[in-house]
């Protein structure tokens, strides 16, 4: 009510704008655009993911229990793991669609692309700093901002612990109530484990809905932390279990290629073409090479297979 009254009363814009900011910030009442459809995260992810059962229960349970928690004792911190085109970047859109309204049109969602933002190995300090202060500055015009870090095993050694500050359970950093932020990782680091435990677990006849997330999460970070040249390697963001789930994205079967290959013709006014469908699903590549089960490159280059074939 104090911050209302503040508001109000303010005669400089300048002033108005700055305390509307820590406002925003610390209140739990927020107007920066935070209009989240939890339903409908659920049903996006349900509908349009396919082939992976644990990320769709682990990024439900947790976005979803976070959102209705008013007063979280942290942020929510997520990091995707599997291979190239099997659903990472997707989810990352959805979550963002369904919390503003918007993937990365929203000014509350920020991206980070090693080779764009962190390209230089030699100055990590500058990074971090960099970082840092941006997050900060960020979070203090809206507490409810997403941060997505995309390729995370391409992210130099040691800039990433600059969050290990904004992560932990402590109640307000930096005039902040940073607990209500959301944190994304991406990276293809750790596919090795998962995809060794999926092709086991189907050469034993197991279903593929069987694998269980505690199969995966110890060996997922223990692969990260112990990557050389990526940004987990030896970071204290692992070590003081600061992620609050990993979340592994399977290889991809033949019949979820041709769904992929399906939406796309459905977004082009060609549902009717499952004969488009088969065909791509026939011209990807699959491993491994004995028994041809998993897609190389999941549904990442089913459009450009669609204009093949259409």
Same mark, same amino acid.
């Given at each position: ?174 005039? @902040? ?7 994304? %990782?991406? /990276? !293809?680091?750790?596919?090795? #484990?998962?995809? *060794? $435990?999926? =092709? ?84 990807? @590549? ?7 089960? %998993?897609? /190389? !490159?999941?549904?990442?280059? #089913?459009?450009? *297979? $669609?204009? =093949?074939?259409?």
């Amino acid at each position: 009510m104090i911050f209302i009254l503040l508001l109000i009363y303010c005669t400089s814009l300048g002033t108005a704008f700055e305390m509307k900011s820590i406002f925003c910030s610390i209140s739990d009442s927020c107007d920066c655009d935070f209009k989240p459809d939890k339903k409908g995260l659920e049903w996006d992810l349900y509908k349009n993911l396919y082939g992976q059962h644990m990320a769709q229960d682990i990024v439900s349970e947790a976005v979803v229990n976070f959102l209705q928690n008013e007063n979280p004792d942290r942020p929510l911190v997520l990091s995707f793991h599997g291979a190239s085109g099997t659903g990472k970047s997707l989810v990352s859109s959805m979550i963002g669609r369904h919390i503003y309204g918007t993937a990365m049109g929203s000014p509350y969602i920020h991206q980070f692309i090693p080779t764009l933002h962190f390209p230089l190995a030699d100055r990590v300090q500058q990074y971090r700093s960099d970082l840092k202060h941006w997050v900060e500055r960020n979070l203090t015009a809206c507490a409810r901002s997403i941060f997505i870090f995309d390729e995370m095993e391409k992210m130099p050694p040691g800039v990433i612990d600059a969050l290990e500050p904004h992560l932990g359970p402590f109640h307000v950093l930096f005039q @902040t109530n940073y607990r209500k932020a959301i944190y994304i %990782f991406i /990276s !293809t680091v750790g596919q090795e #484990v998962i995809n *060794k $435990v999926a =092709l086991e677990s189907r050469q034993a006849g197991r279903d593929r809905e069987d694998i269980l997330p505690k199969e995966l999460e110890d060996s997922i970070a223990n692969a990260v932390y112990n990557k050389k040249n990526s940004g987990f390697y030896h970071s204290r963001i692992i070590t003081e279990k600061l992620i609050t789930r990993f979340v592994p994205f399977l290889p991809l079967l033949r019949r979820h290629v041709e769904r992929c290959a399906q939406r796309e013709l459905c977004q082009r006014g060609e549902c009717q073409r499952a004969d488009v469908a088969s065909s791509v699903g026939g011209a990807m @590549t699959y491993t491994p090479n004995d028994s041809q089960y %998993f897609s /190389s !490159t999941g549904c990442k280059l #089913v459009p450009a *297979k $669609v204009n =093949l074939f259409l």
